[in-house]
């Protein structure tokens, strides 16, 4: 049985250079998690991945970025499914941070509590959206495994994040399961 991966972008969306873009471009077993509004992350976000849960088939992958992140572990936190093996957090935006960006501060609280999955919490050492501090307190509630990648900043197109080979093994590797290239 083939696993789907979700891709889950964050506050924007996640453009077409965007390493996200690429993941989903190049293997038949990703698919997208489209919003209504890439500019608002709330409820409505963690119900359309829900909705997207419900109707893809099979063992799933969700592989969230930022406020994308941050919405795969409210939905594990309120929907826990089976058939979720594992999630790949990458650079969670701290939504509940004073000084996070006024557009995100909608999707607030983080989850306080452990996952009902096997996850990974991918951090850097320099994001301007997530202190190592928070990334370390986060995993730690979460029950997440933490993966630092040295001078990343938020691991975004800014970043330099396009293609992102050593991005795509990690996640085959973490998550035991393979990509398939179209």
Same mark, same amino acid.
């Given at each position: 049985?083939?696993?789907?991966?979700?891709?889950?972008?964050?506050?924007?969306?996640?453009?077409?250079?965007?390493?996200?873009?690429?993941?989903?471009?190049?293997?038949?077993?990703?698919?997208?998690?489209?919003?209504?509004?890439?500019?608002?992350?709330?409820?409505?976000?963690?119900?359309?991945?829900?909705?997207?849960?419900?109707?893809?088939?099979?063992?799933?992958?969700?592989?969230?970025? #930022?406020?994308? $992140?941050?919405?795969?572990? !409210?939905?594990?936190?309120?929907? /826990? *499914?089976?058939?979720?093996?594992?999630?790949? =957090?990458?650079?969670?935006?701290?939504?509940? #941070?004073?000084? $996070?960006?006024?557009?995100? !501060?909608?999707?607030?609280?983080? /989850? *306080?509590?452990?996952?009902?999955?096997?996850? =990974?919490?991918?951090?850097?050492?320099?994001?301007?959206?997530?202190?190592?501090?928070?990334?370390?307190?986060?995993?730690?509630?979460?029950?997440?495994?933490?993966?630092?990648?040295?001078?990343?900043?938020?691991?975004?197109?800014?970043?330099?994040?396009?293609?992102?080979?050593?991005?795509?093994?990690?996640?085959?590797?973490?998550?035991?399961?393979?990509?398939?290239?179209?």
């Amino acid at each position: 049985m083939t696993t789907t991966f979700i891709i889950v972008p964050g506050y924007t969306n996640s453009g077409s250079q965007h390493w996200q873009s690429y993941i989903e471009r190049k293997y038949h077993n990703v698919v997208r998690v489209i919003q209504d509004d890439w500019n608002a992350p709330n409820q409505k976000w963690i119900e359309r991945l829900n909705d997207m849960v419900q109707n893809t088939e099979g063992e799933l992958v969700l592989i969230g970025h #930022s406020c994308g $992140a941050v919405c795969v572990a !409210q939905w594990a936190s309120q929907f /826990p *499914n089976h058939r979720v093996k594992a999630m790949i =957090l990458a650079t969670p935006a701290d939504v509940d #941070s004073p000084s $996070a960006l006024l557009d995100i !501060q909608q999707q607030r609280p983080l /989850p *306080n509590k452990k996952l009902p999955s096997p996850s =990974l919490l991918i951090y850097t050492d320099n994001d301007p959206h997530l202190g190592t501090e928070k990334a370390h307190q986060l995993a730690e509630t979460w029950g997440s495994q933490l993966m630092l990648v040295k001078g990343g900043e938020h691991l975004n197109t800014d970043a330099g994040y396009g293609e992102w080979h050593e991005g795509e093994r990690l996640i085959e590797e973490f998550t035991g399961r393979g990509f398939v290239r179209r």
